[in-house]
């Protein structure tokens, strides 16, 4: 699916340009691309002009919440389908993404993006070959492509997330120049497309699953076993886990996934907010 290239507007972007307008000047300089870049937007009564295409000016546009011109007006990014999925603007540029209303990727103390950057780095992807099992916004894909990946296999389940990507500046378009072919981006649910996968043919791996409640299969000895399966002696695996309070929750999730990796044939330690891990085999 071809990535998006028309504005992306915030009500933050929109106030700042019907404000331009309003006050009589004939453009306005800033970024419609979540700050990927600043362009000189053109201004009239009417609407605005971005890449020298016309667009009125949209309706009233709400407090977190991403506006993409579908070809007739400003929609908001969402979709429902069995859940509602909602691309949702940051201060940081890149965007996070809510699940019902559940936030999917740190945002508060930083970037999105530039977490994802260091949970990459872990792994040190240059030269590698890279499986990523839950591929999301594609943060991780993009942060291995920016570091010098060979190739990233990456698989996303859910179709309205890849579609949060194509409209996402932030997330990698594996048909761009920039990636050119070391991304392999597939819909379809690692825990079963796994089983596909050659031996000992990644030199890491990526996991950045759902929580435990939603996806328990991505933490399961028989998925584990699997990873270690298709990666190479000495890969390094990055498990995100979060920090689930144990005092409501019960469980301490990233021990417990230490020690399932251990049984798998991993050297597990805590990292970040996850498990880093090597494989012994």
């Excluded at 990535?3 to 992306?8: D, E, F």
């Excluded at 600043?38 to 919440?65: M, N």
Aim: glycine share 10%; charged share 25%.
């Amino acid at each position: 699916m071809p990535h998006y290239s028309g504005p992306l507007l915030t009500r933050e972007s929109a106030t700042a340009l019907q404000r331009a307008a309003a006050a009589g000047v004939s453009s306005w300089t800033g970024s419609l691309d979540l700050g990927r870049s600043e362009e000189a937007v053109g201004l009239s009564t009417d609407g605005f002009v971005f890449r020298g295409q016309s667009y009125p000016w949209p309706g009233k546009v709400k407090d977190r919440t991403l506006y993409y011109w579908d070809g007739e007006e400003f929609l908001p990014i969402s979709r429902f389908s069995a859940s509602l999925i909602k691309l949702v603007p940051t201060e940081w540029g890149a965007p996070t993404f809510e699940i019902d209303g559940i936030k999917m990727l740190p945002s508060a103390k930083l970037s999105p993006f530039d977490d994802a950057r260091r949970k990459v780095d872990l792994i040190a992807p240059a030269g590698k070959t890279v499986l990523d099992t839950c591929g999301g916004l594609g943060y991780f894909a993009a942060c291995c492509l920016d570091a010098g990946v060979a190739q990233v296999r990456s698989f996303e389940k859910n179709p309205d997330v890849l579609w949060l990507r194509t409209l996402n500046p932030w997330s990698p378009d594996p048909d761009a120049d920039s990636a050119g072919g070391r991304l392999q981006l597939a819909q379809g649910d690692v825990s079963e497309e796994i089983a596909a996968l050659p031996g000992n043919s990644v030199d890491a791996i990526l996991h950045d699953p759902p929580r435990f409640g939603i996806a328990g299969e991505l933490y399961s000895q028989v998925f584990y076993d699997q990873l270690a399966r298709v990666i190479r002696s000495g890969g390094k695996l990055f498990h995100y886990t979060g920090a689930p309070n144990k005092l409501t929750s019960g469980r301490d999730v990233p021990r417990e996934v230490a020690k399932r990796l251990e049984k798998a044939g991993f050297k597990a330690e805590l990292a970040l907010d996850g498990v880093l891990a090597t494989y012994r085999g």
